[in-house]
């Protein structure tokens, strides 16, 4: 028998390393020592009711365990084998008690569509895919179904672009279709370019296959020969294992001439982005792989009717495609089961930030934030209180507290003053300042624009420059008003997709932390005690106790006193290194 | 290579595959032959995953155990890279993590020799569609 004590941070806080010692020292005092081993686990993403104990082989459930249960789990359910069923998890609707944790709402959080494969088969092994239903759904589209008929399925499911505007899959593809030219193409798009993000590399990593036939899926559907994989050189292992499965899938008959015994020909090649942001733009993409400058054009013509090389293109995103398969064999109405009304199926997200369990989680569109951030990713890190999350990378915003129970899709985030994106997740915890952050992303947004239009050129220049005054403690009144307008400004005017969401963070902060903003402009303050330039280091005399430490860690020697009295610092001369702070042992130095 | 010319070309390779795979999983040493599925994404890779593998693939064959090791991609545990993934043959697979060559030791003297579970399991808390 094996007893498992969850051993996650969160449970950690409450108590699980007691409720660990106890057990095994009611099972000595028992001498059950050698047959029951208890096991220290990692978390089980269950962290609201934990702390967590896990009986096996019978799977029992224990929920918000304290140290002094020991002995009743161990004399109840180990020697008279009587479940203790107060432990045991209450299903809040039912109001009964759920002994086995597969029975439990909980795990149904998560399900795994375009991740069905990732951690599973080995990605460089076609073998291993085709054993888990691969390339039968391209089977299924050339042999067995017309190209309207593949369209019909994937709009019937409701599927919608993941990589971040939410256009209709199979309303794009429609429209790929009825163009009219000798050669049409596929595109993948695998510029993944947000920070943070990293769902698509993954699925890249993790089950290329699942791309490769879904774009000749797509080939067959929309009348097109040949694909190419736009693909960041940044991600060089995520191009081996593409270019591996390719190989494979040509070897096997699966790309090329006469797939599978029809006339349907399909190829792909793969195309290296130098990891430009706005290349994750499809006009731009397209651009940037007929090796002309990385910069959007003005839609119409949408790339449905004029794109690559002047031919009708079809550009999707990687997580869009590896939902594709699963669609035609699981039928549209099993994938329009899943979600919310006018989101479908499932989204993968990469969380990240301070958050405890960094990584990669699929969930049904319509889960909460609060259950993606405190369930599945087992809440803020060293149990600091939760600040915000920002959500869609720089083209999103920043969500509070007040949006923490927002069913996530496409339409409620953009409501919300964010947006799906790419799929991003960026926790922030009480240490982060709002306008610090929006100012990091407009750095990232003037360093990313292609400088095409001017709004976008100038303007979220103007944006980081205003925000860099406020962070500097040199704000205004008239500036936060400007950084509004200018924001509008910017959002109605530019281009492409890029300027208008990189107003986006500063709107949205504007919005959900003015509080943070005036502090900075009127008391010249950072509440959060992350801006430099508001910060003062002061010694607190009756904490010091003279060691000289501090004065002596001082690169600029701005600290002064004698051995053994109070020392003293000169904020003209301080440059807030901080060096004082992490040396002092006595935590005399403070900040203000 | 043998190419695949039809839908029922497919199916058979597939059902071929799929008890080639049952094989190895209910092979004639049932209690020797072991499954290890390393998660090879750039997460795990950059966290120390090959030296890992290296490792087991060697270990494995040092020790006498009849084991199979795999890579993978990345399982989305990424705080708690490198991960693996054991399935010892009748047992439910286990995913470990934190898995430095110290504790990939301690998983085959361990777990794989003597069933005893070892810290750092890391419970799965999602659905597959398979169901």
């Not at chain 1, 990593?205 to 040949?226: F, R, T």
């Not at chain 1, 699981?330 to 499932?346: A, C, D, L, N, R």
């Not at chain 1, 986006?504 to 005036?518: G, I, M």
């Not at chain 1, 290194?577 to 403070?590: L, P, S, T, V």
Request: a negative charge.
């Amino acid at each position: 028998m094996h007893l498992l004590v969850c051993g996650g941070t969160g449970c950690r806080a409450s108590e699980s390393s007691a409720i660990l010692d106890n057990l095994k020292s009611v099972l000595e005092e028992n001498n059950l020592e050698n047959e029951v081993q208890v096991v220290k686990t990692g978390c089980f993403g269950f962290c609201e009711k934990g702390p967590i104990v896990k009986v096996l082989p019978d799977n029992t459930f224990y929920t918000q365990v304290k140290p002094e249960d020991a002995k009743e789990i161990v004399n109840e359910h180990i020697i008279k084998g009587r479940k203790v069923n107060r432990l045991l998890y209450l299903n809040p609707e039912s109001k009964e008690h759920v002994s086995d944790s597969k029975h439990m709402g909980f795990y149904k959080k998560q399900i795994r569509i375009a991740l069905r494969n990732c951690g599973f088969i080995n990605p460089e092994n076609i073998d291993e895919y085709i054993s888990r239903d691969g390339y039968e759904a391209l089977a299924k589209c050339i042999t067995e179904m017309t190209p309207a008929q593949v369209i019909d399925v994937i709009k019937r499911s409701g599927l919608r672009g993941r990589g971040g505007a939410g256009f209709p899959t199979g309303l794009k593809w429609e429209i790929a279709s009825k163009s009219v030219a000798d050669q049409k193409y596929v595109v993948c798009n695998a510029d993944e370019g947000d920070p943070g993000a990293f769902m698509d590399r993954s699925v890249l990593e993790g089950d290329p296959h699942s791309v490769i036939e879904a774009m000749a899926i797509c080939g067959y559907s929309i009348g097109a020969s040949k694909g190419l994989v736009y693909i960041r050189a940044e991600y060089p292992l995520a191009i081996e294992r593409l270019k591996i499965a390719i190989g494979q899938a040509r070897e096997y008959g699966l790309l090329g001439e006469k797939i599978l015994g029809t006339d349907f020909a399909f190829d792909l090649e793969l195309r290296y982005g130098a990891g430009a942001f706005v290349c994750g733009e499809e006009t731009a993409l397209i651009h940037s792989m007929e090796g002309l400058r990385g910069e959007p054009t003005v839609k119409p013509p949408f790339p449905a009717e004029r794109g690559y090389l002047g031919k009708p293109s079809n550009v999707n995103n990687v997580e869009t495609f590896a939902n594709i398969p699963v669609i035609i064999n699981k039928g549209p109405e099993w994938f329009s089961s899943i979600g919310t009304e006018k989101s479908k199926g499932t989204k993968v997200f990469a969380l990240a930030g301070k958050i405890n369990n960094v990584g990669l989680i699929e969930v049904p569109m319509g889960t909460t934030l609060r259950e993606i951030i405190f369930e599945i990713g087992g809440g803020i890190k060293d149990g600091k209180k939760f600040k915000a999350v920002q959500t869609g990378g720089p083209s999103g915003g920043c969500l509070t507290e007040k949006h923490l129970d927002t069913p996530i899709d496409y339409d409620n985030l953009i409501a919300s003053g964010s947006m799906m994106g790419s799929g991003g997740m960026i926790v922030m915890d009480e240490d982060d300042c709002m306008v610090s952050i929006a100012k990091y992303y407009l750095d990232f947004t003037v360093e990313e624009s292609c400088g095409k239009c001017t709004p976008c050129r100038v303007g979220n220049k103007r944006l980081y420059e205003t925000l860099d005054k406020i962070c500097h403690g040199n704000g205004t009144m008239e500036d936060l008003d400007k950084l509004r307008n200018l924001s509008n400004v910017i959002r109605d005017t530019s281009l492409c997709g890029l300027g208008q969401t990189s107003p986006n963070p500063v709107l949205s902060t504007l919005d959900n932390f003015y509080h943070e903003y005036l502090a900075h402009v009127k008391d010249h303050k950072c509440p959060a005690g992350q801006c430099k330039a508001l910060m003062q280091y002061t010694i607190n005399p009756e904490a010091c106790v003279g060691c000289t430490a501090c004065a002596r860690v001082c690169p600029v020697n701005a600290i002064s006193g004698e051995r053994k009295k109070p020392h003293f610092i000169d904020t003209t001369v301080c440059i807030k290194c901080g060096a004082c702070f992490e040396k002092c042992k006595f935590d005399a130095i403070y900040i203000n | 290579m043998v190419k695949v010319k039809s839908l029922a070309d497919l199916k058979k390779i597939k059902s071929e595959l799929q008890s080639k795979m049952e094989l190895r999983e209910k092979s004639e040493n049932p209690e020797k032959s072991v499954q290890v599925k390393v998660a090879m994404a750039t997460c795990g890779i950059a966290s120390g995953a090959k030296q890992v593998m290296d490792f087991l693939i060697e270990e494995f064959e040092k020790r006498g155990i009849e084991a199979i090791v795999t890579q993978t991609g990345c399982m989305g545990y990424c705080y708690a890279e490198p991960t693996i993934e054991v399935t010892v043959p009748g047992k439910d697979p286990l995913v470990f993590g934190y898995v430095n060559i110290k504790k990939a030791d301690e998983i085959i003297e361990k777990y794989i020799k003597n069933g005893e579970l070892v810290e750092g399991i890391i419970p799965v808390n999602y659905e597959t569609i398979e169901k």
